[in-house]
C-alpha cells in the first residue's frame, strides 16, 4: 500500500545506520522521512523542530480551553473586596 511522504528528505534505514548526524544535517532542521523498502517508516525530527510542534500543539490546545470558556458569566471583583 503506497503511502504519502511528509517530507521533502528521504533516508534508507542502512543510511541512517551509517551516519545519524549527517542524515540529520542532511535535512537543515527539517524533518526527515526514513524509508523502509521504499515505503515511510518513521520521521526523524530534529528537536528544535519537535519543540517548535509542542509549542505550536499546546497553543492550540490553550485557545481552544479559552474558546470553551469564552461564553462563561463574567464576574465582577473588585480589588478592594479582596
Known amino acids: 500500500m503506497?503511502?504519502?511522504v511528509l517530507a521533502d528528505t528521504c533516508v534508507s534505514i542502512t543510511e541512517l545506520?551509517?551516519?545519524?548526524s549527517a542524515?540529520?544535517?542532511q535535512g537543515?532542521?527539517?524533518p526527515i522521512a526514513v524509508l523502509n523498502r521504499n515505503e515511510?517508516?518513521?520521521?526523524?525530527v530534529p528537536a528544535e523542530a519537535w519543540e517548535e510542534l509542542?509549542?505550536?500543539?499546546?497553543d492550540i490546545e490553550l485557545n481552544t480551553i479559552a474558546?470553551?470558556?469564552q461564553d462563561q458569566q463574567i464576574i465582577e471583583?473588585?480589588?478592594d473586596d479582596l
Not at 17 to 20: A, E, G, V, Y
Not at 40 to 44: A, E, G, R
Not at 54 to 58: F, K
Open 2 to 4: 503506497a503511502r504519502q
Open 17 to 20: 545506520k551509517k551516519n545519524p
Open 23 to 25: 542524515v540529520v544535517a
Open 28 to 30: 537543515e532542521g527539517f
Open 40 to 44: 515511510p517508516d518513521f520521521y526523524c
Open 54 to 58: 509542542m509549542d505550536r500543539l499546546e
Open 67 to 69: 474558546d470553551a470558556r
Open 77 to 79: 471583583v473588585s480589588l
